[in-house]
């Protein structure tokens, strides 16, 4: 398979050998009998490997990871999260936008558009490639775990001060490969998941906090002192939960939950002084 894909010369140089595993073989084995049975496979060929084509792997300062391809006519085109211009924004990535406006104050664009992210340093990646047209997640399971694993493995052997957002269960799977104390890890739940009234992000946002837009670069590069930064707004209970104020289920995974109160030892009753 490696000898057939076109992959970016600084990602082929780390991961292109994973293309010559038997599983690899598979893959490409099964998508071109999908195809001779007249199945619409998105996104076309040319650009499944598109997230890798705009970002090299020395300019990556943000990874974005989803789960798999928007399965609808026109919408994929190899960046996650991302469609073409023209073609209406999808909820997940309006989602993505109402928060960015709600938490950095940057007017919602009127498109999809996101490849002038991945030029600037933001890696748009699923965990699966490709899915047939209409069928949602038809492709997990069918061998491109392990290349996007491979990925985010090199990410995260030879790079520090990254930061990781791993969107929905499926993609948080990741969140193993990635060490925590050189890169920050974030597990939001998929923006599609959850209705525009009730946010996925603060809506406060913290002096750094790391969300994609014209002001994302100045916190892609955490010290290791503000990885585990408090948000503004958490309550005494979140702050004992180790919870952010909007959830536990977004907050970072590299911040150790502290004892909660009701397990802590009670100190000893104060006998009255006599007199």
């Given at each position: 398979m490696n000898d057939r894909v076109k992959l970016e010369?600084?990602?082929?140089?780390?991961?292109?050998?994973?293309?010559?595993?038997?599983?690899?073989?598979?893959?490409?084995?099964?998508?071109?009998?999908?195809?001779?049975?007249?199945?619409?496979?998105?996104?076309?060929?040319?650009?499944?490997?598109?997230?890798?084509?705009?970002?090299?792997?020395?300019r990556v300062r943000v990874v974005i990871l989803g789960q798999d391809p928007y399965h609808g006519p026109g919408q994929a085109h190899g960046l996650s999260f991302s469609v073409r211009p023209g073609v209406r924004v999808p909820p997940s990535l309006q989602n993505m936008f109402k928060e960015i406006e709600a938490c950095l104050g940057i007017p919602r664009p009127d498109h999809g558009y996101l490849t002038p992210w991945a030029d600037r340093g933001v890696l748009l990646l699923n965990a699966v490639l490709t899915v047939e047209?209409?069928?949602?997640?038809?492709?997990?399971?069918?061998?491109?775990?392990?290349?996007?694993?491979?990925?985010?493995?090199?990410?995260?052997?030879?790079?520090?001060?990254?930061?990781?957002?791993?969107?929905?269960?499926?993609?948080?799977?990741?969140?193993?490969?990635?060490?925590?104390?050189?890169?920050?890890?974030?597990?939001?739940?998929a923006p599609a998941a959850r209705p525009a009234s009730a946010p996925f992000a603060p809506r406060r946002a913290p002096a750094r906090w790391p969300l994609p837009g014209p002001r994302q670069f100045r916190c892609a590069e955490l010290p290791a002192s503000r990885r585990a930064y408090p948000w503004p707004g958490r309550t005494a209970r979140s702050r004992a939960r180790g919870q952010a104020p909007w959830g536990p289920r977004a907050r970072s995974a590299d911040r150790p939950a502290p004892p909660s109160a009701r397990n802590r030892p009670r100190p000893p009753d104060k006998k009255p002084a006599i007199a």
């Open positions: 010369p600084s990602w082929k140089q780390r991961i292109g050998s994973y293309l010559d595993r038997a599983d690899m073989e598979a893959l490409s084995v099964f998508l071109r009998e999908e195809k001779a049975r007249g199945k619409t496979i998105y996104p076309p060929g040319p650009d499944i490997f598109n997230a890798f084509a705009h970002t090299p792997f020395d047209a209409g069928q949602a997640g038809s492709h997990q399971g069918k061998g491109w775990e392990g290349f996007t694993d491979a990925a985010i493995d090199a990410l995260n052997r030879e790079r520090d001060g990254l930061v990781f957002m791993l969107w929905g269960s499926h993609a948080q799977k990741k969140g193993q490969l990635i060490d925590g104390t050189r890169n920050l890890r974030i597990f939001p739940t």
